[in-house]
C-alpha cells in the first residue's frame, strides 16, 4: 500500500444518526439541503468512507448525498441475530432512511454487498427509487444461476461458503492485525487506489465491537435464507427492477465473472451497463472520475426527459 492519493477531507462531510427500522444508523451527508436525494450502500468489509472519492463530487453536482454505515458496520448499531441481517430487514433500512431525509425517493447506488441491497431495493421498493446504480454487484438471480452452472465463479465464491462457518471466519479476520484487510483491499489495478492511512480506517472500523461478526452475519443470514429456498422447493422469486438502472463494473474483479453484466434484460426493463477494463472489484477507488462522470451524466440525463 501507498500513500500517494491524498487525504479526504472530513470537513466535506457531516456526521448524523437516525433511528428507522427500529435501528440506530450512522451516516454522512455532504451537498445542499435542497438537491436531489442520493443514497450511497457501501460494501464488505467496508463503511461510509467507501464513498469518501464520490462524496465531494456528487455534492458539487448539486445533490444531497447521503452514505450510511449499514446496521451492523462501523458506528450504526449491531443487532446480535443472524435473523437480523436479512435482505428484508437490509432493504427496509434503506427506505426509512429515505424517509427519514425527508423525501420520497432517491438515487440509490451501492458496491458489493451495498450493491446486492440496491438490486433488492429496486426490485421490492421501486416506490423509493428514482434511478439505481450499483457497482460491480450482481443482480441476484443471475448469480444464483450462475453459480449453479459455473465452476469458475463457484471458485471465485469460496469465501461465501466459507463465511457460513462459525466462529472462523472472525477468527480469521482478526489475524496479524487484520492483515485480511490489507490484503482484500491490496486486489486493485490501481498501486495507490487504497492508501495506507485507507487501510487503517477500514482496519479500525471492521474492529469496532460486534462489527465483524455482524459483516460475516450478512453472509450467514443470506446462505439461510438460500439453503430454505432450495429445500422447500421454492419458486424462483420476481427479482425484477423496473426503474432506470446503470450496473458500472470493473472488469478485473476477482471475485465476480464478467458473464454476470451480460443476459439481463430478463429482469431489468432500463438497463445501461459500463465496463472499464482496467479496473478491479474495487472500481471507484481504481477509477474514481470514471465513476463520478458516470453517475452524474446518469442522474442528470434522467432528470432532463
Not at 474495487?282 to 442522474?299: R, T
Request: glycine share 8%.
Amino acid at each position: 500500500m501507498t500513500s500517494q492519493t491524498p487525504t479526504f477531507d472530513e470537513q466535506a462531510v457531516t456526521h448524523e444518526r437516525a433511528t428507522v427500522n427500529g435501528i440506530g444508523l450512522h451516516y454522512v451527508t455532504a451537498g445542499p439541503a435542497d438537491g436531489d436525494l442520493v443514497v450511497l450502500l457501501h460494501g464488505f468489509p467496508e463503511f461510509w468512507y467507501s464513498w469518501h472519492n464520490q462524496l465531494p463530487s456528487l455534492a458539487d453536482a448539486g445533490y444531497r448525498v447521503v452514505a450510511p454505515d449499514l446496521r451492523g458496520y462501523n458506528r450504526s448499531e449491531k443487532p446480535p441475530n443472524v435473523g437480523d441481517y436479512r435482505v428484508d430487514e437490509l432493504v427496509a433500512d434503506v427506505a426509512g432512511l429515505i424517509e427519514h431525509c425527508g423525501r420520497d425517493r432517491a438515487h440509490v447506488v451501492g458496491h458489493d454487498w451495498g450493491g446486492l441491497i440496491a438490486w433488492h431495493v429496486g426490485s421490492d421498493r421501486p416506490d423509493v427509487v428514482d434511478r439505481l446504480a450499483v457497482l460491480n454487484a450482481p443482480h441476484p438471480t443471475r448469480y444464483e444461476r450462475l453459480l449453479r452452472s459455473s465452476p469458475t465463479q463457484i471458485a471465485k465464491s469460496w469465501y461465501v461458503f466459507y463465511f457460513q462457518l462459525p466462529v472462523l471466519p472472525e477468527l480469521g479476520f482478526r489475524l496479524n492485525d487484520y492483515a485480511a484487510v490489507e490484503s482484500i483491499l491490496g486486489e486493485t489495478v490501481r498501486p495507490d487506489a487504497f492508501t495506507d492511512e485507507d487501510v487503517e480506517r477500514y482496519k479500525s472500523a471492521l474492529a469496532t465491537p460486534g462489527a465483524l461478526t455482524a459483516a460475516v452475519n450478512y453472509y450467514r443470514a443470506l446462505g439461510r435464507q438460500r439453503a430454505r429456498s432450495m429445500l422447500t422447493g421454492g419458486d424462483e422469486p420476481d427479482r425484477s427492477v423496473d426503474v432506470p438502472t446503470l450496473l458500472l463494473w470493473g472488469e478485473r474483479d476477482f471475485a465476480l465473472d464478467l458473464e454476470l453484466t451480460e443476459g439481463l434484460d430478463e429482469w431489468v426493463s432500463a438497463l445501461a451497463v459500463e465496463r472499464i477494463p482496467d479496473a478491479s472489484h474495487w472500481v471507484q477507488f481504481d477509477a474514481p472520475d470514471w465513476v463520478n462522470e458516470a453517475l452524474v451524466d446518469f442522474f442528470t440525463d434522467y432528470s432532463n426527459n
